[in-house]
Nanobody, 117 residues
């Protein structure tokens, strides 16, 4: 079993930067993939980016060039980061961490990111 704890959301002005982190604990050796999703007001949840256990990273075209996903590991934890630069109001959403473990998806609690002047 894997547990996820997210942090780093908040309010930022347009053009600003924000970093999110998600710490996975428990049976982290079962994690195959980590990802960030977001759900904007009135919209469906969408993938932002993902990174495999081996470190192969991907971000969607909507955030390419502005967002970067990375990870770090210890023997007992695995942390996935989302660095967000040049933020715009369209990036306002609840951001969710997600991991694939033993064929099942585990979700974080979500963290609010608001981009507004």
């Amino acid at each position: 079993q894997v547990q996820l704890v997210e942090s780093g959301g908040g309010l930022v002005q347009p053009g600003g930067s924000l970093g999110l982190s998600c710490v996975a604990s428990g049976r982290v050796f079962t994690i195959d993939n980590l990802a960030w999703y977001r759900r904007a007001p009135g919209k469906e949840r969408e993938l932002v980016g993902s990174i495999s256990r081996s470190g192969s990273a991907y971000v969607t075209d909507a955030v390419k060039g502005r967002f970067a996903i990375s990870k770090d590991s210890t023997p007992t934890t695995m942390t996935v980061y989302l660095q967000m630069n040049n933020l715009s109001p369209e990036d306002t959403a609840v951001y969710y961490c997600n991991v694939l473990s033993l064929g099942s998806y585990v979700w974080g609690q979500g963290t609010q990111v608001t981009v507004s002047s």
